[in-house]
């Protein structure tokens, strides 16, 4: 079992799978996967900016709340 994940799909029920051998230094390092990189990179930035743009609207609510 150490080897399998069990996930519930959307319309199949529960389902099971042999888990990912893909290890954290090879996405980080292998050329095959330079768009799981680009990828990752703009998803954290656009996190980023979401972040920025949530506590800008939160300071301008508490600054017309008064």
Do not use: C, Q, W
């Not at 319309?11 to 990189?37: A, C, H, M």
């Amino acid at each position: 079992m150490g080897e399998l994940t069990y996930y519930k799909g959307r319309e199949e029920g529960y389902l099971v799978k042999r888990k990912s051998e893909v290890t954290k230094e090879r996405i980080k390092n292998d050329p095959v996967f330079v768009r799981t990189r680009e990828n990752d990179t703009e998803f954290g930035m656009a996190g980023e900016a979401g972040k920025t743009l949530r506590g800008s609207i939160h300071n301008l609510l508490l600054a017309t709340s008064d």
